[in-house]
């Protein structure tokens, strides 16, 4: 069983950056490929970005594509997420979540963390 622990969030202005956390405790952590999802109010859940176990490939949701970087630390147990030139429509709950398979849908992850609140405003 694989806990996740989101951090990071907060209040930035547009054109702001903010850098998310998320830590794994209770598995394997470099076996797993991570992901971030996030959902704002009213909206389905949507694929943000996911990165292999060794931490050497990545894949970005078109929408975040040369803003966000996605990285991890195997030695930390540590899932990153740098996001740079936030804008309003990027205001979410930020979720990661733990997987077996290289994917960009929800239900192909096992484990999930319990959010983190990230509010750009204008």
């Known amino acids: 069983q694989v806990q996740l622990r989101e951090s990071g969030g907060g209040l930035v202005r547009a054109g702001g950056s903010l850098r998310l956390s998320c830590t794994a405790s209770?598995?394997?952590?470099?076996?797993?490929?991570m992901a971030w999802f996030r959902q704002a109010p009213g909206k389905e859940r949507e694929f943000v970005a996911t990165?292999?176990?060794?931490?050497?490939?990545?894949y970005y949701a078109d929408s975040v594509k040369g803003r966000f970087t996605i990285s991890r630390d195997n030695a930390k147990n540590t899932v990153y997420l740098q996001m740079n030139t936030l804008k309003p429509e990027d205001t979410a709950v930020y979720y990661c979540?733990?997987?077996?398979?290289?994917?960009?849908?929800?239900?192909?992850?096992?484990?999930w963390g319990q959010g983190t609140q990230v509010t750009v405003s204008s």
């Open positions: 979540a733990a997987g077996p398979i290289w994917s960009s849908v929800g239900s192909r992850y096992n484990y």
């Open positions: 990165i292999n176990g060794n931490g050497d490939s990545t």
């Open positions: 209770g598995g394997t952590f470099r076996n797993y490929y």
